[in-house]
């Protein structure tokens, strides 16, 4: 069945350095894939998301890769920052007729250091 | 505009015993989704609606779970007898539901369940 796994499950940074979060999807179809952070008790939350039709796509100090013939897709931080420390979910999906089933790896805790 | 509405946002339960969860919807998301996220896991599908009819509930324990979405808007989680693996956030999605979606989900803040 469809399958995303993420690495590393944990990750420690210094401030101000990058953090690089990595996923691999199993369904070729699939063709979107965004990316959650969820702090402590809170609802996971969009922070970026990337189409089968792009490979890059950055905002702000937040980037993600996607290699569709590797099916694998990635997560940049750069210049982090105390406030970046939550856990990071990674999803895969196959949006078809309006349907959008989306796969989440197990997640990526992050602990920005000041 | 205000985000998907999840309530209780705590229970605790027995084991054996039922618990219901409710969930209202993104206004004019016509799309909607459970996931259940258990402690230091990803979210997982149980059940996706579209208006109010049922598109995948392939991962769904029918034995013991069930919702409904009577009338397109709200939804209803329910789950009968609780055992203590049932231990987990219950989060409602909704999305448009219209070709590519923009924007992702929009998660609601979720039921945290613990069944002792």
Known sequence: GENVEQHPSTLSVQEGESAVIKCTYSDSASNYFPWYKQELGKRPQLIIDIRSNVGEKKDQRIAVTLNKTAKHFSLHITETQPEDSAVYFCAASKISGGYNKLIFGAGTRLAVHP | ?116
């Open chain 2, 1 to 116: 505009e205000a985000g998907v509405a999840q309530s209780p946002r705590y229970k605790i339960i027995e084991k054996r015993q039922s618990v219901a969860f409710w969930c209202n919807p993104i206004s004019g998301h016509a799309t909607l989704y459970w996931y259940q996220q258990i402690l230091g896991q990803g979210p997982k599908l149980l059940i996706q609606f579209q208006n109010n009819g049922v598109v995948d509930d392939s991962q769904l324990p029918k034995d013991r779970f069930s919702a409904e979405r009577l009338k397109g808007v709200d939804s209803t989680l329910k789950i009968q007898p609780a055992k203590l693996e049932d231990s987990a956030v219950y989060l409602c999605a909704s999305s448009l539901g219209q070709g590519y979606v923009s924007g992702g989900y929009t998660f609601g803040s979720g039921t945290r369940l613990t069944v002792v």
